[in-house]
């Protein structure tokens, strides 16, 4: 039986910002105590690891994800999948580990955060989130998890105190990764089928895993090298902080944009397998209006609020952080889609040539214009780069979707949403201007940006919101219906 895509989207929702959210609660604390230079020296070597991370991972998880989707009724089948793909995982990771251990933490600056930084690696061998992900079952890993990033959370108070304390920083997060990822395996015994190993084959896994290897490869390039090349250009760690502390808040906010797309990538998938191409485009054209709805508020939002949340939020000393908020804030939108038109549809409708072309040209456009205006402009210069770069590859997805989805329908999905995004953000905007930053007033200005946004969208009659609010009157009375015949 088929769960149902809210409830997904929720779980995962849950799930994403548990990952994300929980540290924003740490995030004025450390500011203050390690430093702005301390948070640059975090984000640059995790920026460093990162790339192993990726050669190690190869892509697996997004075709991990895919493959078990497929097979998802057939749980003979998904168990050979699971071990063939997981065996596969933990192979490429060792070997990265092993040359990041060599290349890193023998010698040179910063040898203790990247020894630290290897458990990260451990972190992501035992990860098998694709593996829900497949089977569309959310809820299992968010207790859980809750509680491991709950406990670090109260290990980061009790433990960092001053400046020096960066690496206990470092290791308390690498260690929440891990149990949060080792306590998925739990379940699996009674999900899984035992399997021989001498039915498994490893090889036909090897061609399409490298598809998606490069593209994976060309998207990493504008998600981490931004803060490799600030830290290389500027030479100076302070900047490489200040972005840091920046796309924090932006890919918190991001998790509400891209959590349907997990949900519906496996959905897409199975309907794609079953040749029911008019499910796949009812559930694309589902996932942009969600797209619209939610992340054009959002930017605007942050745009608009921005000057007024970071002076209490990140403390003295952090106010370059509002530039790069208004300078990056467009990437969620141009994320939001692009994770419809590349994850959801070309990868899950196995046209990983294109997708692999699109986000090298993205990744091209971002390293050129990073190595311009990162000089020319320092570290606004990086969000510029890459909120062009991932335009770029909009683009280049709309060409090669054009025949299956109509891009002008997509487009047209917008226009109250950017209405009513607009008039909240100049209403919000000139109110923020008129009040002091602070905790109180930052979060009247979210209510009332929220309020009037969905008041308008209701005056204007948006069908999507419509349907969605009597989706959830009709839940709600089902429910109480249900209670009172108990009664």
């Known amino acids: 039986m088929k769960k149902s895509i809210a409830k997904n989207y929720i779980y995962n929702l849950i799930y994403q910002m548990l990952t994300i959210v929980l540290p924003l609660i740490t995030t004025p604390y450390l500011s203050r105590v390690l430093g702005a230079e301390n948070i640059g020296i975090y984000g640059y070597t995790l920026s460093i690891v990162t790339y192993f991370v990726l050669f190690g991972t190869l892509g697996i998880a997004m075709y991990g994800q895919r493959e078990i989707a497929y097979v998802q009724n057939n749980q003979t089948k998904q168990s050979k999948t699971f ?30 955060y990247y020894t630290i930084l290897l458990l990260e690696l451990l972190a992501n061998a035992l990860d098998i989130s694709w593996y829900y992900q497949g089977i569309e079952d959310f809820g299992k890993t968010v207790i859980r998890n809750l ?43 009674k999900m899984l089928q035992k399997i021989s190993l001498k039915t498994l084959e490893f090889k036909k896994h090897i061609k399409p895993v490298l598809s ?55 959905r897409i998938a199975n309907a794609f397998a079953e040749n029911k191409k008019e499910d796949v485009k009812k559930y694309l054209m589902q996932a942009f209006n969600i797209v619209w709805m939610l992340g054009i508020p959002i930017t605007l939002g942050i745009m608009a609020v921005s000057s007024n949340l970071v002076p209490w939020f990140y403390g003295e000393g952090y106010e370059p952080v509002i530039q790069l908020l208004i300078a990056t804030s467009p990437i969620l939108l141009a ?24 986000v090298t040209i993205g990744a091209i456009v971002n390293v050129i214009f990073n190595f311009i205006l990162i000089n020319l402009i320092g570290t606004v210069g990086a969000a510029i780069s890459s909120v062009l770069a ?36 100049v209403i919000v905007l000139n109110i923020s201007k008129l ?35 009597n989706q959830v009157v009709v839940t709600v009375k089902n429910k109480l219906g249900k209670g009172t015949v108990n009664e």
């Open 212 to 266: 998606l290897f490069v593209p994976q490869i060309a998207t990493q390039i504008y998600v981490v090298l931004d803060k490799t090349m600030i830290g290389n250009i500027t030479n100076n760690m302070s900047d490489v902080g200040f972005y840091e502390q920046a796309q924090k808040i932006v890919k918190t906010a991001m998790l509400v944009v891209t959590a349907l797309g997990t949900v519906m990538n496996s």
């Open 83 to 112: 071990w063939e793909i997981v065996i596969t995982r933990f192979i490429t990771l060792t070997i990265a580990s092993v040359t990041f251990y060599i290349t890193f933490c023998i010698r040179g600056q910063y040898t203790t």
């Open 147 to 189: 509680v491991v990033k709950i406990l670090s959370l109260v290990c980061i108070f009790v433990f960092v105190k001053t400046q020096a304390d960066l690496w206990k920083y470092m290791l308390i997060y690498v260690l929440a990764n891990a149990l949060g990822n080792a306590t998925m395996w739990l379940y699996l015994p």
């Open 435 to 469: 009040i002091s930053p602070s905790i109180l007033n930052t979060f009247i200005l979210i209510a009332i940006g929220a309020i009037i946004y969905f008041v308008i969208l209701l005056i204007l009659k948006d069908k999507f919101l419509n349907d969605i609010i």
């Open 390 to 425: 991932e335009f770029t590859i909009l683009g280049v997805h709309f060409i090669y979707m054009r025949k299956d989805i109509k891009i002008l329908d997509v487009l047209k999905l917008s226009i109250k949403y950017l209405i009513s995004g607009l008039i909240m953000y």
């Open 335 to 358: 994320i939001g889609l692009n994770n419809v038109t590349g994850i959801q549809y070309l990868i899950q409708t196995k046209q990983q040539k294109n997708y692999t072309i699109s």
